[in-house]
């Protein structure tokens, strides 16, 4: 992949956070226009973008591609995880969960498919759905018990990990492509404008997050930096030379390399507060990661 495309997609998204950042220190995007637009993003926009991609012609290439990225992605959340229990093992008990939850959850939705998009085109958003669906398995059943100690999953939380609108998307649309099912024209139409609207809307969202944090606070502590560099580094370089080895190539191994390579996810300073973490760690990691992320992804793509 040319370096040259990696890093103008890269800019462009940065440059559409800018413009969040300003709309928030405008105060244009306040705390409940940013929850609003979460919300919109999360339950209409990146589910029809979802369902859009999945608009292509069945072949078994495609089908065998898409189960082969649901496999990767839960093995992926699983290692991640199986390497926070070690790598942070002497972490202060304060920070200890926010360090394991971000190194297994990146911001495979927010940054995650506009990047996708821009790089491999519908092919991208729908091996990223198929992630994003075990993504959100893993986050609702070992992210809530990373969170709250909790060693059995109960009836509600099993629930919300297999019912949320990613995974119903997903569902939809896996349906409507074994099936060879063609939306008729205007709504086709219409699931791919709206869904087009991700792209633009989750960057505005992550500008608009970052207006939000002090930076006077946001570079202190040796843990910041440990937990991005296993983020952004550690877990995606090791991703692409597991995958090399598998044979990986191509559109199947630019997706998932970058999937992996995505800063810690927005969600991380949300589990905080719901579980009453250090949500003032959550918030720093988030952004520090979603900043340095601008420099390490276009590295972590050059190895393509």
Known sequence: MGSTTVLNQVIILFLIMLIGFYAR?????????SKKLSELLLKITSPLLVISSFQVSFTQEILNNVIIVFIFSMAAHAISALLGQVLFQRSKESTRKIMKFSAIYSNCGFMGFPLLESLFGKAGVLFGSVYVAAFNIFLWTNGVMIFNNQKKLDRDTIRKALFNPGIVSVIIGMLLFLFSIKLPYPAARTVELVGSMTTPLSMLIVGANLAGCDFR???????????????????PVLTYMLLKLLGFSGTLLGTCVLLVAMP????????????????????RVVAFSTLA??????MIMLLQ
């Open 217 to 235: 606070k946001l570079l202190y502590g040796f843990e910041l930096y440990y937990v991005t560099a296993v983020r952004l580094l550690f877990i």
């Open 264 to 283: 810690v996810a927005a969600t991380t300073t949300i589990f905080a507060e719901m579980y009453e973490g250090d949500t003032l760690f959550a918030s």
């Open 293 to 298: 992320s601008i420099f390490t992804i276009p």
């Open 25 to 33: 220190k405008r105060e244009i995007i306040n705390d409940s226009v």
